[in-house]
């Protein structure tokens, strides 16, 4: 069994930056693409970015292409998501998930974790 632990969640203002952290568990991050996904009250959950195993072939939404950087440590078991020129459009749940194959589909993918939210005010 996999866990995902995400943090670093919170509030800070339009323009702002933010990064959210991604704990595994359970097997080594390493075996596994990671994705980050975001739900915003009364819509559909919807992905963001992700990143194969070792780091490269990064992929984003149109929505936070160049604001938005994935990145990971496998040493760490650790996947990170730098978060600049925040709007108010990006306030969600944001959940970081676990998938074998690369996919922006939610159902795709395997395991997640609780999320954390994250709310910019303007």
């Known amino acids: 069994q996999v866990q995902l632990v995400e943090s670093g969640g919170g509030v800070v203002q339009a323009g702002g930056s933010l990064r959210l952290s991604c704990a595994v568990s359970g097997r080594p991050s390493s075996r596994y693409i990671m994705g980050w996904f975001r739900q915003a009250p009364g819509l559909e959950r919807e992905f963001v970015a992700w990143i194969s195993r070792n780091g490269g072939s990064p992929y984003y939404a149109d929505s936070v292409k160049g604001r938005f950087t994935i990145s990971r440590d496998n040493a760490k078991n650790t996947v990170y998501l730098q978060m600049n020129s925040l709007k108010p459009e990006d306030t969600a749940l944001y959940y970081c998930?676990?998938?074998?194959?690369?996919?922006?589909?939610?159902?795709?993918?395997?395991?997640w974790g609780q999320g954390t939210q994250v709310t910019v005010s303007s």
């Open positions: 998930a676990a998938t074998q194959n690369f996919a922006v589909g939610p159902s795709s993918y395997d395991y």
